[in-house]
T-cell receptor
Framework: GQQLNQSPQSMFIQEGEDVSMNCTSS?????WLWYKQEPGEGPVLLIA?????ELTSNGRLTAQFGITRKDSFLNISASIPSDVGIYFC????????????FGKGTKLTVNP | DGGITQSPKYLFRKEGQNVTLSCEQN?????MYWYRQDPGQGLRLIYY???????QKGDIAEGYSVSREKKESFPLTVTSAQKNPTAFYLC????????????FGDGTRLSIL
């Protein structure tokens, strides 16, 4: 099945720093999604991307759908302590079955 | 408020016992999903249902069963055949059709006694 390579696995940063994480795939997809999960809770949708080259912002978060349709990145600007959590990329499998495939996540720690 | 409710938050299973995890949504979504999450792993699909009275196996369906008798409800049973059931279980729902993102409940953590 399809696999997503998400990097880095973990990040330790100081409050105020910018963060960048990315996902790559060997196959092309029509939809890239970015989720954030906090401890003991379910993932929350941050940004959905539907077109190659699309750049979308949600507050301090910016995500882009790669032009090749095989990758996506998520940037967080001016990080704050409440940004801590695990960030997952996900793609919708082609074929209309709406099944998500998730990356393994990037665990973000923000030091005040 | 609209959302997805999973219960219980924590569940303990004895050897040889079946347990059922509840998932209810009031978002009027047709599709519902069950995922398993293990430490350091992404989410893996167990079962999904795109319409009432129909469901399909996901990538790791062995040892699990589901039913979809009502649009709002998609309970998951972890059977005794699932030899490694300790995990965080997440339920999600979405509209059907192309490119519909899924929305998640807050999960049930299952442990073995």
């Amino acid at each position: 099945g399809q696999q997503l390579n998400q990097s880095p696995q973990s990040m330790f940063i100081q409050e105020g720093e910018d963060v960048s994480m990315n996902c790559t795939s060997s196959s092309i997809f029509n939809t890239w999604l970015w989720y954030k999960q906090e401890p003991g809770e379910g993932p929350v949708l941050l940004i959905a991307l539907y077109k190659a080259g699309e750049l979308t912002s949600n507050g301090r978060l910016t995500a882009q759908f790669g032009i090749t349709r095989k990758d996506s990145f998520l940037n967080i600007s001016a990080s704050i302590p409440s940004d801590v959590g695990i960030y997952f990329c996900a793609i919708l499998r082609l074929g209309g079955s709406e099944k998500l495939v998730f990356g393994k996540g990037t665990k973000l720690t923000v030091n005040p | 408020d609209g959302g997805i409710t999973q219960s219980p938050k924590y569940l303990f299973r004895k050897e040889g016992q079946n347990v059922t995890l509840s998932c209810e949504q009031n978002l009027n979504h047709d599709a519902m999903y069950w995922y398993r999450q293990d430490p350091g792993q992404g989410l893996r699909l167990i079962y999904y249902s795109q319409i009432v009275n129909d469901f399909q196996k996901g990538d790791i369906a062995e040892g699990y069963s589901v039913s979809r008798e009502k649009k709002e409800s998609f309970p998951l049973t972890v059977t005794s055949a699932q030899k490694n059931p300790t995990a965080f279980y997440l339920c999600a729902s979405s509209h059907t059709g192309s490119n519909q993102p899924q929305h998640f409940g807050d999960g049930t953590r299952l442990s073995i006694l």
